[in-house]
Every structure is written in structure tokens, then in C-alpha cells.
């Protein structure tokens, strides 16, 4: 920290990206995954367009940027959030901290912070982890049946064009 004073969040939006924008940073890694992930949230759970989306994130990096402190944001979501809301952002909080599989232990520290400010049970957040956890095993599930039909289909094709008969009509 440079000593000056911290970066206030002023709405409740901000607040909330900020937050996740936080976590991806945490690891001093911003990987692409927790990019895309964030991205999808923030459309997801503020119903926003894409493009709404990215400034809302250009507006979170920039704050970042500068001398940033989550206690704020933190502060906005505990008085601004019913307890639904503040499970769903702990659970978004997981599904960034997994999305990469690694959990470093800034990231865990960070979650743990936000965790104890909000006023979050470790019942709450074993729930919002399980709930991350099997969104995501379910993403991969399905990945792994997109790249099965896909394997069929390049297949079907290779057969396809191999056959004397099928060569010109593709």
C-alpha cells in the first residue's frame, strides 16, 4: 500500500465486481479462465449485456489499479446484500478461486477476510464451495460429451472422404 487513503465502492455493482475482480488478482496470477468466468457472472447475476459487462470490469481493473482495499467493497456488500446474495457471491468467489484449479493460499486468506466481514458461517461457506465446486465438474462434464461427438464426427468425415464414393460430395 502507498499510505493513501482507500478506494471507496459506491455502488452496489461495483462493490460486487470489485470483489470478484479481487479474487482473481489474489494469486498475482490473472488467468484468462477467472477473466471469462468473472465476465460470465457479472452478465449472469447483474443481467447485464456483454459490452455493460466489460465496463463494469475496466472499471474494477482500473480501481485495482490504484490503491485498492477490499474493505470497502466488502463493507457495501454486508450492509447492501441480503444473506441469498452474499451466499451467491461467495459461491461466485469459489467458482473463480477453482475455475483455474489451483487455490493459492492468498486466494483462501482473501475468501476467508471476505468470509468473516459479511458475517458468513462455515456451514455458508461449505455450501457455496459444494455449489461451485459441482457447477464446475458439471462444465467439464459437458465439455468431455462436446469433445466425444465431436471425435464421432471426425470420424464419420475421415470414413467418409476415405471412401471412393463420398470423395467431391463434401
Known amino acids: 500500500k502507498t499510505g ?4 471507496p465502492c459506491l455502488s452496489r455493482e461495483m462493490a460486487f465486481v470489485g470483489l470478484l ?3 482473481a488478482y489474489a494469486d498475482a496470477q490473472l488467468d484468462e479462465r477467472e477473466m471469462e468466468m468473472i465476465k460470465h457472472i457479472v ?3 447483474l443481467h447485464l449485456k456483454e459490452e455493460d459487462a466489460l465496463l463494469l470490469l475496466r472499471q474494477a481493473h482500473e480501481m ?11 463493507k457495501t456488500v454486508a450492509s447492501g446484500f441480503s444473506h441469498g446474495d452474499k451466499l451467491s457471491l461467495i459461491e461466485d468467489l469459489w467458482r473463480i478461486l477453482l475455475v483455474d484449479r489451483y487455490v493459492d493460499v492468498r486466494e483462501s486468506k482473501l475468501l476467508r477476510s471476505v468470509q ?11 455450501k457455496a464451495r459444494e455449489g461451485a465446486y459441482a457447477e464446475l465438474k458439471e462444465q467439464v462434464r459437458a465439455l468431455g460429451e462436446g ?9 464419420s468425415l475421415v470414413k467418409a472422404l476415405r471412401q471412393p464414393t463420398g470423395r ?3
Not at 485495482?64 to 466488502?74: E, F
Not at 468473516?116 to 461449505?126: F, P, T, Y
Request: hydrophobic residues 35%; proline residues 2%.
Open 21 to 23: 475482480v479481487e479474487m
Open 147 to 155: 469433445q466425444l461427438g465431436l471425435q464421432r464426427e471426425t470420424a
Open 116 to 126: 468473516l466481514a459479511l458475517g458468513m458461517s462455515l456451514e455458508d461457506i461449505e
Open 43 to 45: 452478465q449472469e447475476r
Open 64 to 74: 485495482m489499479q490504484k490503491d485498492y482495499d477490499h474493505r470497502p467493497c466488502t
Open 168 to 170: 467431391g460430395q463434401w
Open 4 to 7: 493513501q487513503e482507500a478506494v
